[in-house]
């Protein structure tokens, strides 16, 4: 009896390349299917984000019309409401009325983007693309007009904000003080974490101005504080004098150094003081700057060499009084100006009263609210923060930003002489005037 072979074996060792091969395939196409599904999500979530953005810039922009109702309102004498009028049509009153009491339906309601007597409604955004709708609107935006600070920012085009200075609640006479804050964390993310000073020089052992000839810009810069002020009654002849320890006009160069020890005293190439963490300038800096025969010298702030907070250098400016009697809260203004015109800087002024001179309300350790006395004065009506959250679908985008309430670009003069050119081929641009006396019976200039 013969023996059959057996020949269903043949052939397995194809059988597992083949299923081996098919695996690795569908491996490779779920891997390509799932990058492409990933990056078409990410592209659809950065539109919806993006949109979002926009719907929330829209709200900043109806908030900008929205304050311009309210400003005519306020100029045409409707200051304060308490309630709102029975009239279908929006008045003034209630504008003011909607202002001094902010909530998310605020600027729908100036606008008559909604009902008056409404609430809760989102503002819809026309779109331009129909197929592609994003289901644009505004959800909420607030606008607060009463703001502990000024924020701004300085940049090579626009070097320098003359802030007029409006308090709530204290008069322009209670405030001793200003604190400035510059070159904050955004700044820091922009030109990097480590600091470059260019102001002490080690073979003189001195704090000088960075030289504007130098190809290493200083970080964090120099500022120029200027301060313009004057009493009840004044002559324009008081802003050119400084009597006793009074002026109506002062500036100081605040220049960071990372020198602690140069900081700490005056010297005969810098002024300044430095006290722990806080960095004064006394009062009697800002009169002798405006002293004809005074050299207005660099005042020496101490920074650290990295970013510790959400600026990088501070001082607190002791202010002295004006010529002839109590500080006119009309005529009380501040200059901040960046003299190199780089890097750019955001800055932060605080009005420091001569006692406790508002209330605000901190979180106590057992959770619950507490009101405590600060000695930092409110601003009013100076700049409007507003706080706007825009939606596309179901994403969500928040955006804060500060409007300027007046026109803080107001042509004041920087320099008294301006240099053109570098180098050995600077040119000083100067206008001079020639006036002619006539003298009987000689005629000439």
Known sequence: MKKRKLSFKKGAASFYIVAFSTLILVIIATSFAAIIIAEITRTINDDLSQSAYDSALAGVEDSKVAFYNYQNCTSNGQVYADELTLDPEITCQDIVYWINHPDCDMVSH???RIGKFEAGSEVTIQETNVANNMMQAYTCVKMDT????????????????????????????????????????????????????????????SVVFPSLVSQKTAIPPTLSFQLIQTSEQFNFSDFTVSVNDTTDRGTVFLVPTNNSTKAAANGTTYNGTYNGTENVIPASTLVKSND????????????????????????????????GGKRNDDTFMIAVSLPYGRPNTDFELEFICDNMCNEKVVMADDGTEEIVGTDRATLKNVQVSVDSTGRANDLYRRVETRLESTDTYFPYPLYAIQLLGDGGGTLLKKNLSVVCEWNFPARGC
Do not use: Q
Not at 172 to 185: F, L, P, T
Not at 298 to 312: I, K, L, Q, S, T
């Open 292 to 323: 004809k025969i005074s050299k207005n010298l660099p005042n020496v702030v101490y920074c650290a060499d990295e970013m510790n907070g959400p600026y990088a250098c501070s001082a607190t400016i002791m202010l002295p009084k004006p010529v």
């Open 146 to 205: 009463v703001l502990d600070d000024y924020r701004a920012t300085l940049t090579g085009t626009n070097t320098m904000r003359l802030v007029g200075v409006r308090l709530d609640d204290v008069t322009a006479d209670e405030i001793k003080a200003v604190k400035i804050s510059w070159y904050s964390d955004i700044n820091s993310e922009t030109y990097g974490d480590k600091f470059s000073f260019t102001n002490f020089k080690a073979e003189t052992s």
């Open 110 to 112: 100036i606008l008559g």
